[in-house]
Structures are given as structure tokens and as C-alpha cells.
């Protein structure tokens, strides 16, 4: 090869890489015309909601004024609302499918720095009378999904079943499956479940005559309390599903699926979907996922009182659904306010004490 062809071919793989740089990664920022790296935001707490009511209470106290669209939200609720204190809310759309696409989305939107982000996902749910009454306030630790399984309708299954529900892959509803699909159990850190309960424990959660009202139907003791803050865990699944057989299959499967450790006390949609998603930001590298908390607040019963139908109980007038979305607020803002308040001790993790 002549010193001609050297320099040629020289020169012409130079520019090859060059034109690859700028396909791969953009023209460089000095480059006439172009415009700078976007400059991240630094979320302290990102609280996640369902749909509006549960995003409403938020906004106001915590003055979540400044509003980022992001592209892949759902449609109904394209923006995400922060504060000046580094609090941003999120409304993912209800059930599995629009949570997780909104999760998903934000995450890699490379809109916000959530390296060091503690996440609320903050939603109302159905409760087990057995367990505790509309108006409470439940931490989780446990996240199971009550509608990956098989169903035989209940006219056809096997004599001597407790029910037509059963994991897949398993040979009855008290044989625990295998969990192929990695989303039908998630735990959460305890840590933080232990300091969202203790931040939590002394608060006032409101309470209505309606609601005292309506409870006082109920034979259970938990049901006719007022509301109270506890730990317990929620079953997630699109299937809005109502009644005492069916409750009864959520308590077992509950605990079948989580070794007996586990206790039922809520059902909702999207918390598996949700976690799941910001599961797979922590596995880019995009956020932690031990600090992820989940708070239900009970908008309803699961089931009905004596003498009630399962669709009577499913269409009452409770008086829950205003107490359950206040009581988000009142349960979940001391959880907020001390992590941006402390924010030199919660930035680097959970503190010991």
C-alpha cells in the first residue's frame, strides 16, 4: 500500500467513526445549534398513585406545583408534579397493564435522577373484615399476585376442592407452584417497612359517621373499630373480585404463596406490576429497590356483613372511598416528611435507627 493509500484509507476510517460517534450518541454539545445533556431531577421521594383521587390529596400539602410531561404516561395523567423539596407524584392509570407501562416509562424517561429515590406507592384497596375496617391503614410487606392462576369454575372442579383456584403448573389449590413467571411474590425491605409503621403508629386517621354506620353491620371485631394503621399484606390482580369464597381463596393463597408468613388483608390491582417495573430500573442501575414502600388504605370491604349479598356489599354506599384517599395523606406524609427532612441521613440508605 502506497503512503497515498495509506493516508487515504487512513483518513477515510477516521471519518467512518466519526459518523458512527454521532448516529450512536449525538452531535457533540458545541456543535452549532445543538442543544445541552438534559440536566436530570433529583428525586428525594417519588409517591405513586393509581388514578386521581388517590393523586389528589397530595398535591396541595405538598405543594407540588412544577409539572414535567413525560412521554409514555397514560393519557389521562401525562405529568409528573414535584415540588421544590425534590417530592414528585406520578398517577399511573388503573390495573396491571397501565402501571406497569408508566413505571417503565418514567424510569427510562432519563428525565429524573432516582439513584437515590424512596418510592410510595400510595393507593386505596378492598379490606378482609376479619383483618381490619374501611378508613385503615395497611403497610405491606408482602406483595402477592392473586390472578396468576389456573381456574376451574367452581360448578366444575374436583369434589373436595376448596376452590376452582390453583397455582399454574401445581396439581391443587394447597400445592404451592413454582414461580416461573419471578412476579408472584415480591417482599419488601423491612427496614422501611418497620420505619413507615412507627412513623405512622400515633397519627389520627379520619373517620365519618357513615362509615360507623355501615361497620356496625359487621359480626367481626377488626370491622367495627375505627381506623387504625397496621401491617399486613395485599393481594394484587385485574379481576375485581368480591365475596367470602373468594376472600376466603385470598387469605390461603396468600399464605400459601408466601410460606404462611404472609397475612391477607387487602386486594388491589397494580402493586405487582408496579414493583415489577421499578425492579427492572434497579437491575439498569436506575434506582434501589429496598426503598420501596407500599400503603393501602381501605376504601371498602372485601366481602359482605350477615344477611348481606356478595353484590349488595359490592354496590353499598360505605362512606370509605373519601376516608381511604384522606387517610393516604394522614398515613403517608410522616414518611415523606422525614425523609426530605432528614435528607442527610436517608440519602445514603435507610437509618439503622
Known sequence: MSVFQRVTWFGARAAFIAFAATLLFGCATDAPGAKPPQQQIAVKVLIISMFKPEAQVWIEPLKLTREIKVPGLSADDPLVRCSADSVCQVTTGMGHTNAAASITALVFSGKFDLSQTYFLVAG???????????????????????????????????????????????????????????????????????????????????????????????????????????????????????????????????????????????????????????????????????????????????????????????KAESGGFSLATGNLLIAGRPLVDTIVGNWSAWSAGIPAD
Open 124 to 314: 386505596i384497596a378492598g379490606v378482609d373484615p376479619h383483618v381490619s375496617t374501611i378508613g385503615s391503614a395497611t403497610w405491606a410487606r408482602f406483595l402477592v399476585d392473586y390472578g396468576i392462576a389456573h381456574e376451574i369454575d367452581a360448578r366444575e372442579m374436583p369434589p373436595g376442592w376448596r376452590a376452582g383456584y390453583f397455582g399454574i403448573g401445581a396439581k391443587d389449590p394447597d400445592t404451592k407452584p413454582k414461580f416461573e413467571y419471578r412476579t408472584e411474590v415480591f417482599r419488601l425491605n423491612e427496614r422501611l417497612l418497620q420505619k413507615a409503621l412507627k412513623l405512622s403508629a400515633g397519627v389520627s386517621l379520619a373517620d365519618n359517621d357513615k362509615a360507623r354506620a355501615y361497620r356496625a353491620q359487621y359480626e367481626q371485631q377488626a370491622a367495627r373499630a375505627r381506623p387504625s394503621v397496621l401491617q399486613c399484606d395485599t393481594a394484587a390482580g385485574d379481576t375485581y373480585w368480591h365475596g367470602r369464597f373468594l376472600g376466603e381463596v385470598a387469605t390461603h393463597w396468600v399464605s400459601l404463596l408466601t410460606d404462611g408468613q404472609g397475612k391477607y388483608c387487602t386486594t388491589q390491582q397494580e402493586d405487582n406490576a408496579t414493583y415489577e417495573a421499578l425492579k427492572r430500573g434497579a437491575d439498569a442501575g436506575l434506582l434501589d429497590l429496598q426503598r420501596v414502600a407500599v400503603l393501602r388504605t381501605a376504601s371498602n370491604f372485601d366481602r359482605p356483613h350477615k344477611g348481606q349479598t356478595a353484590y349488595a356489599s359490592l
